[in-house]
């Protein structure tokens, strides 16, 4: 696109990237709100446990902050555990909210913030259907994958398997912290997962249908080289803090990329996997990538063909062969860092493609940035594919 087309842009007011950062906690919040007594931390009990988020604890209150904590952040998290959240903070008249942990305590942050307005939960679902001001909202990452510390996305799981999306400007933090000291001790598949799930993140930004534009394209492909450079040395016992920084930076570059250029058909088709049998996110994507790429191919070889510059330098040929070479690099990534390839390896019976088909084309929000339209039938074939 020329760069004189008309687009927007939006991120997080404010970004600290630095190992350590987080054990300074309270320093950094009392610098900016000075006024602020009460806070609440939400996050999940297993990450408490191991201890990473007592130097900022500790911080904060030597730094006369009263902290609240809710652990009961779960994967795909429910509404119900929202509406819990929120209900503490109330409850304890919290003034700010942060969110520390994965994707999910984030989201859930993000919510709770907005909460505060008094609108309910259920009429926020959707696009710009958020009304009024939010609590002020601190984002800390412990993986690198989501990127949700840089996106006005929140995820939330409502009845038994039906994934909703809060999208709204007022969910953009306030603060985010890079800190790769939380990262390092990551086990090395969700290492990997959550980093495809980053890369996935910079692959449909830069190929999404309605809102490319050249910041996210610069933010995208920044995003790809970073991660895919680090990729493995970061799934390996060799693994560096710097190593980690890399990551965590270029999947926050990612998730500022995807916010203002959305996702596409990947994440349509990993969301029903994830709510009916309950995979992990990054894992999602990683079984069905190949096959919505070489789906797409025909519509956006000229484009996968510039990111494979960056995954598959050495890549010749036409615009068609330099995809299948983007394609060959990023599974060949997923192969070597011993994440499943196929449905069938997390126990999705061929029997059950129908339905995901089904769930799938309900993703309308992300199904109409991909850069050729799917269909149903086309949906079944993908997951055929991947089964």
Not at 39 to 56: N, R, Y
Not at 318 to 340: F, K, N, T, V
Request: some cysteine; overall charge neutral.
């Amino acid at each position: 696109m020329s760069a004189c087309t008309p687009f927007s842009f939006s991120t997080v007011a404010h970004i600290i990237c630095a190992a350590g950062a987080s054990r300074e906690l309270g320093r950094l919040l009392r610098q900016r709100y000075r006024a602020i007594t009460r806070v609440l931390l939400v996050s999940d009990a297993a990450f408490l446990s191991t201890g990473l988020a007592d130097a900022a604890l500790a911080d904060l209150r030597a730094h006369e902050f009263i902290v609240d904590i809710f652990d009961g952040v779960v994967a795909d998290p429910p509404d119900t555990v929202v509406l819990q959240a929120h209900a503490l903070a109330r409850q304890q008249k919290s003034e700010l909210i942060i969110g520390f942990g994965g994707g999910s305590s984030m989201d859930v942050a993000k919510l709770v913030a907005a909460l505060a307005s008094g609108q309910a939960l259920a009429a926020m679902y959707g696009i710009d259907q958020l009304s009024g001001a939010r609590l002020p909202l601190v984002q800390i990452p412990t993986t690198a994958g989501t990127g949700s510390e840089a996106t006005a996305i929140a995820i939330v799981t409502t009845g038994s398997d039906r994934k909703m999306a809060v999208v709204a400007p007022q969910l953009y933090a306030d603060l985010a912290i890079l800190d790769a000291g939380l990262t390092l001790d990551l086990p090395p598949l969700i290492t990997a997962a959550t980093a495809i799930d980053a890369m996935v993140h910079a692959i449909e930004a830069y190929t999404t249908r309605l809102r490319k534009n050249p910041l996210s394209d610069m933010l995208a492909c920044r995003a790809l080289s970073l991660l895919s450079a680090h990729f493995r040395t970061a799934c390996s016992p060799q693994r560096t803090l710097d190593t980690r920084q890399n990551m965590a930076l270029g999947a926050l570059l990612a998730g500022q990329a995807f916010a203002n250029a959305p996702c596409a058909a990947v994440h349509a088709l990993a969301y029903p996997i994830g709510a009916l049998f309950h995979v992990a996110h990054g894992i999602s994507n990683a079984v069905v990538l190949p096959h919505v790429l070489r789906f797409n191919s025909s519509h956006a070889a000229p484009l996968y063909a510039e990111l494979a510059a960056i995954v598959a330098p050495g890549a010749g040929g036409s615009a068609l062969a330099r995809s299948e070479a983007l394609i060959g690099a990023m599974q060949q990534m997923i192969a070597d860092a011993g994440l499943p390839t196929r449905l069938r390896e997390l126990n999705i019976a061929r029997d059950d493609i129908e339905r995901l088909a089904t769930d799938a084309m309900q993703q309308t929000r992300l199904l109409g940035n991909n850069p050729r339209p799917l269909a149903h039938g086309d949906a079944v074939a993908i997951y055929s594919a991947a089964w």
